[in-house]
């Protein structure tokens, strides 16, 4: 099958080194303490943040920082046939490990120890790429609830296919079986939270998809942060600052 | 209006260099640089003229205020939920004037209600379960509550239902009385100056 047209164009219209469209909103969820609706191209996903609050299991109670808590579940209705996914599926758990990993990274827990930030996930439309929008998602509600974080994370994919270095797979070049490597980065920073490949790739190869990932992920943060510099603006406004 | 000066920052951006300013709130110092921890507008505060570092301060004020917490010292607006021999257990609902997100709760000794004749107090002559108490907080006490006190006389019981079902009116600094049933009940009051 092929993947990348002899004119260089991808099943989807895009070049090999095109994003699909973003798009966030925030303050989706109106009682939680931040929350971010994030699109990318047809992945649709929903994070919600509740914290710093009380820890509602003592045992679990950390001394010197915050305690983290993910959870990452697929709507019904987020694939193509409507099928009951149960809570704690390996995806799920794997997932909501590796994001809760990758903000922990970020987030300032020293600053609020006894207490509990919970950040949930929620994909609604499933198109390819979902890891990388729930990382996004997470890190523009947690910037939306106040929390302190070092920088924001921002996440992307990259794989290769007819010998292309591809960014951003959706899901029919992600089900293709070629490599899939997700990158998150802290852009100002300059420091990677996440990697993850499956397949396997020859070292020089995989070399080239990682930067691919990056300048996604920096591309991402460009985005995000307009998209937080907007929404400190509106509430300023209508506060009348 | 907003100053001129002011510009809004998120997570991660630069604020200054560590040798000419230092993290205030919002802001926090790595590898001799000050970034941002949050998203909001970007101050610089003066430093103080007594301190011996004279950099200024740069803080980021976030839009999401979060509510306030006990800090020994204040006066609290707690409602009493347990009454046992030797404490009551109180939920704070109001920090100063400002009401809390999240309940915190509060534990009254029966050491700390009334200044005098400390040994012989009874817990049930002084609250029951539902009253409504302003009390100032001793300390953070242990991890389950605050430790507060009613041991001054503006502290103590400031509005109560009696058993019939009326608030009750206050009658002394030891007894509040129902206007319905006119039956006397016993309860720390606190003294509220008209």
């Known amino acids: 099958m092929e993947f990348v047209s002899p004119e260089g164009l991808r099943l989807d219209g895009r070049r090999p080194m095109e994003m699909r469209q973003l798009r966030a909103e925030l303050g989706a969820v109106s009682r939680a303490d931040g929350s971010a609706i994030f699109e990318m191209g047809n992945t649709k996903v929903i994070a919600a943040v509740y914290g710093p609050r009380e820890v509602q299991h003592r045992g679990q109670q950390l001394n010197d920082k915050a305690l983290i808590r993910c959870e990452y579940t697929m709507a019904n209705f987020s694939t193509g046939d409507r099928m009951r996914r149960p809570k704690g599926d390996r995806r799920s758990t794997e997932i909501s490990l590796v994001i809760r990993q990758t903000m922990e990274a970020c987030i300032m827990t020293h600053l609020m120890p006894h207490s509990q930030i919970d950040i949930f996930v929620q994909v609604l439309q499933a198109d390819g790429g979902t890891r990388s929008a729930c990382i996004n998602a997470a890190t523009l509600a947690l910037a939306d609830a106040g929390i302190p974080m070092c920088d924001l994370v921002t996440s992307c994919s990259a794989g290769y296919l007819n010998t292309t270095p591809l960014l951003d797979l959706n899901y029919v070049e992600d089900s293709a079986g070629g490599p899939d490597v997700t990158v998150g980065i802290l852009p100002k920073l300059d420091k990677v939270t996440l990697l993850q490949m499956d397949a396997k790739l020859p070292m020089d190869i995989f070399e080239n998809v990682m930067q691919l990932a990056t300048e996604g992920c920096k591309a991402v943060a460009n985005y995000i942060r307009e998209v937080l510099m907007e929404n400190t603006k509106q509430l300023e406004n209508r506060r009348g600052v | ?194």
């Open chain 2, 1 to 194: 209006m907003k100053d001129a000066g002011e510009e809004t920052v998120t997570p991660g951006q630069v604020l200054g260099k560590g040798s000419e300013v230092k993290a205030g709130r919002g802001a926090y110092l790595s590898c001799d640089t000050v970034y941002a921890s949050l998203t909001g507008c970007r101050s610089l505060l003066p430093p103080s003229p007594q301190s011996p570092d004279q950099r200024p301060t740069v803080e980021v004020i976030g839009h999401k205020a979060h509510g306030p917490v006990p800090e020994p010292g204040c006066v609290v607006i707690a409602r009493v939920t347990k009454v046992m021999a030797r404490m009551a257990s109180a939920d704070i609902m109001c920090v100063g004037s400002k009401s809390v997100r999240e309940k915190f709760s509060g534990i009254i000794r029966q050491q700390d209600v009334r200044a005098t004749e400390i040994d012989k107090v009874d817990m049930h002559s002084s609250f029951r379960p539902g009253d409504i108490v302003k009390a100032s907080v001793i300390s953070l006490g242990d991890a389950r509550a605050y430790y507060l006190s009613t041991a001054q006389n503006e502290l103590g019981v400031v509005s109560a239902e009696s058993m019939a079902g009326g608030t009750m009116v206050p009658i002394s600094w030891t007894e509040m009385q129902c206007p319905l049933t006119g039956q006397i009940e016993q309860r720390k009051v606190a003294k509220v100056r008209a």
